[in-house]
């Protein structure tokens, strides 16, 4: 199994690492975003505006979405593009907390691994 992106676990928080380059998402360890993994969120990725503005995404949708609180809320959809090494991976974005959902997690990878003692979350294929 190859490890696809390897992040960290703090506060019992496991996050990876991310920054925008040339309008797409980047997943590195050395990015400066700390994009939480979220199992209950069973979406793609979740971003603030200020965020996906500066990407190139494309508007696909408008979506229902049940927060954490039971409290339903209407989101635009948008499409756009991430890269993990030498990946470069269609998905769909919406705005929120800097969030992976499980679609996208499952969509790249088959194996999620929480180190709680290493303090390490590895996502791989």
Do not use: C
Not at 28 to 45: A, K, M, P, V
């Amino acid at each position: 199994m190859r490890t696809l992106i390897r992040g960290e676990i703090r506060n019992f928080t496991p996050y990876f690492k991310a920054s925008i380059e040339k309008g797409q998402l980047v997943f590195r360890e050395n990015g400066n975003l700390l994009i939480t993994i979220d199992t209950g969120f069973g979406g793609g990725i979740a971003l603030p505006k200020e965020v996906l503005r500066k990407m190139k995404v494309i508007l696909i949708s408008y979506g229902v979405f049940k927060l954490a609180t039971g409290d339903e809320i209407e989101l635009p959809i948008f499409w756009g593009k991430i890269s993990i090494r030498r990946y470069e991976i269609e998905t769909w974005f919406t705005y929120g907390e800097f969030l992976a959902g499980m679609e996208f997690l499952s969509s790249v990878g088959t194996y999620l691994s929480f180190d709680f003692k290493k303090r390490e979350v590895k996502l791989m294929k």
